[in-house]
């Protein structure tokens, strides 16, 4: 869907005086921020006993997307492992069950990696994804006791979708806006 030319906003280049390419604004401006943060009151979250206010799109625990029939929504055509700059994203595909090409699924990912240790948490392999299969979640709280605990698979993938869902704690790209999705604020 293309824009609307009303979306669009032109934005002309500043000219910049002698001043400004002194950058003494710049440095004026730095200063008195990191002043004004040393003379502010210091604010201690109590954690875990108090929840941390995080916003609507926070980019936490990924989490892998089941379609309408419950089965695993990954068509795996490897666009999330491909777009991911940490290649934490590992697939592994196999032909579809002949109940799942009914619905023309081809394929289906035998197994399902991301390596959570090695994830930058940047979105992009939710993006990549032409079915909208794996999307971050607003879990933080992410521990493990070993590296293998950090490996989530496909089956770990699926139960946090489960506890997602039946949390009522969707990521904010499940409402997609007029400008693609997560482009709005969700409905308070």
Same mark, same amino acid.
């Given at each position: ?34 002043? #004004? ?7 201690? !979250? ?7 206010? @995080? ?14 029939? #419950?089965?695993?929504? /990954? ?8 777009? /991911?700059?940490?290649? /934490? ?13 009914? %619905?023309?699924? $081809? ?15 940047? #979105?992009? /392999? $939710? !993006? ?24 989530? %698979?496909?089956?770990? @993938?699926?139960?946090?979708? %489960? ?15 007029? @400008?693609?999705?997560?482009? !709005?604020?969700?409905?308070?």
């Amino acid at each position: 869907m293309p824009l609307a030319e009303n979306d669009v906003t032109w934005v002309e280049e500043a000219k910049l005086g002698l001043w400004e390419q002194l950058y003494i604004p710049a440095l004026v401006a730095g200063l008195k921020t990191t002043l #004004g943060h040393m003379v502010k009151p210091k604010i201690t !979250e109590q954690y875990p006993e108090q929840e941390p206010k @995080l916003t609507p799109n926070y980019r936490g625990v990924h989490r892998l997307n089941r379609d309408a029939a #419950g089965r695993v929504k /990954c068509v795996a055509c490897y666009m999330c492992a491909t777009a /991911c700059p940490a290649h /934490c994203i590992d697939i592994v595909a196999a032909p579809a069950p002949t109940e799942w090409q009914k %619905d023309g699924r $081809e394929k289906y990912p035998e197994t399902f990696v991301i390596d959570e240790l090695r994830c930058i948490y940047c #979105g992009m /392999c $939710e !993006e990549a994804c032409p079915v909208d299969a794996i999307e971050l979640t607003t879990l933080y709280d992410l521990t493990g006791l070993s590296r293998e605990q950090m490996v989530f %698979d496909k089956e770990k @993938l699926l139960s946090v979708f %489960d506890a997602t869902t039946k949390a009522g704690t969707d990521p904010v790209r499940t409402q997609s806006g007029k @400008l693609g999705p997560a482009s !709005e604020a969700p409905p308070a």
